[in-house]
């Protein structure tokens, strides 16, 4: 059984920071792609940082709105992705949702449940 658990979610104050962390099971880690999403109320959701291995490193990318302030990272060894979130704002605040995606031998996506940041002013 395919299973993206996040957690590390929460409230926090504007400027502050929070690690999000998404455990992964039931999937080949080192095939996917792994990124993170967030859904504000009445907007769409959109993808924050996604990390991909090219070879034998990694690229990341970023949303332009969060370039600077949030990292995501890997551990391959433990299966899991995190996003290192810093200088936190209010319109940071929404539902991150943890996002597989395969680079090999396929098509298949998965979603975790979500995890809500609250970032109060």
């Known amino acids: 059984e395919v299973q993206l658990v996040e957690s590390g979610g929460g409230l926090v104050q504007a400027g502050g920071s929070l690690r999000l962390s998404c455990a992964a099971s039931?999937?080949?880690?080192?095939?996917?792609?792994m990124g993170w999403y967030r859904q504000a109320p009445g907007k769409e959701r959109e993808l924050v940082a996604r990390?991909?291995?090219?070879?034998?490193?990694?690229?990341?990318d970023y949303a332009d709105s969060v370039k600077g302030r949030f990292t995501i990272s890997r551990d391959k060894a433990k299966n899991t992705v995190y996003l290192q979130m810093t200088s936190l704002k209010p319109e940071d605040s929404a539902v991150y949702y943890c996002?597989?995606?395969?680079?090999?031998?396929?098509?298949?996506?998965?979603w975790g449940q979500g995890t809500q940041v609250t970032v109060a002013s």
């Open positions: 996002h597989a995606d395969q680079l090999y031998g396929g098509y298949a996506e998965y």
């Open positions: 039931g999937f080949t880690f080192d095939d996917y792609a």
């Open positions: 990390i991909t291995e090219r070879g034998t490193r990694d690229y990341e």
